[in-house]
């Protein structure tokens, strides 16, 4: 079972980047779909980008998409979320998730496995 722990959080002026990461100790991660989430305070948890089990396929949220870059390394059992042009919209708590099927969606219930999180606060 994959175990996921994001890192890389932190505090940002707007305009700025971030490299979040969330790696997994276990010896299954490149049988994973992975994805991040986030949440911010007092709103559901929303999908922001996903990736497939080999790295070739990705799918971005609208509110991301050009700002944002997932990637994984699954030699490293390492995922990247690198944040650009950091918006105070994107502050939130990120969340790295995996699933087994296949499938690049955004639904949250689709993804078993969750991260504890990690806080992005943009600096207006």
């Known amino acids: 079972q994959v175990q996921l722990v994001e890192s890389g959080g932190g505090l940002v002026q707007a305009g700025g980047s971030l490299r979040l990461s969330c790696a997994d100790s276990?010896?299954?991660?490149?049988?994973?779909?992975l994805a991040w989430f986030r949440q911010a305070p007092g709103k559901e948890r929303e999908f922001v980008a996903a990736i497939n089990r080999s790295g070739s396929r990705t799918n971005y949220a609208d509110s991301v998409k050009g700002r944002f870059t997932i990637s994984r390394d699954n030699a490293k059992n390492t995922m990247y979320l690198q944040m650009n042009s950091l918006k105070p919209e994107d502050m939130a708590v990120y969340y790295c998730?995996?699933?087994?099927?296949?499938?690049?969606?955004?639904?949250?219930?689709?993804?078993?496995?969750w991260g504890q999180g990690t806080q992005v606060t943009v600096s207006s």
């Open positions: 276990g010896r299954t991660f490149s049988n994973y779909a």
């Open positions: 998730a995996a699933r087994m099927i296949y499938g690049l969606g955004p639904g949250a219930e689709n993804y078993p496995y």
